[in-house]
């Protein structure tokens, strides 16, 4: 087991993808930020609470997408355990799409194909917290990323969580 980011360096990552997000969407009018379950909520919330504590909580649209049924690998799942919660339009919006570990690409096409559901967007933005670089099965690349790694197939990337885990950490194992 190999320690990718540790606490502290996990801390100061998910400030930095706050900071650059609203760097590139200084007035959150127009912008909104998805989350995508199961996994991609726990960072996604982090991001979200440092936004909120740079500018006011008022202008952060913050929804979390379920896409279970839009997954080419679960296709005989009859019950999504997760839910979405979009409580608002994403038509005309920039919509920025956070997940915690970007691989082969298949979970992002699912989530481009569930938010499509929600109306059409002017534009959409990937947030990862680790890019696993070399692993990519479709053409799909992040505009915000927190730390890029270089891993063969056999390994995994966890990140665990204080909230579910009891530590907060990225592991290659």
Known sequence: MKTVLNEQQLAITIKRLGHQILENHVNLENTV?????????????????????????????YGKLDITFYRDDIRNSLQ????????????????????DVLYTGRTIRAALDALMGFGRPAKV????????????????Q???????????ISQKVKVFWKERDGKEEVVLL
Do not use: M, W
């Open 125 to 140: 933005e990937l947030c990862i917290l680790i890019d696993r670089r070399f692993s990519r099965q479709l053409p799909i």
């Open 33 to 61: 930020l998805i989350g995508i379950q199961p996994r991609g909520i726990f960072v996604s919330d982090q991001i979200v609470r440092e936004i909120r504590e740079l500018v006011p909580a008022n202008l952060v649209k």
């Open 80 to 99: 999504s355990p997760n839910h979405t919660d979009i409580p608002f339009s994403i038509e005309n919006k920039n919509v920025v799409i956070i997940d």
């Open 142 to 152: 992040a505009d915000y990323v927190g730390k890029s790694i270089d891993s063969i």
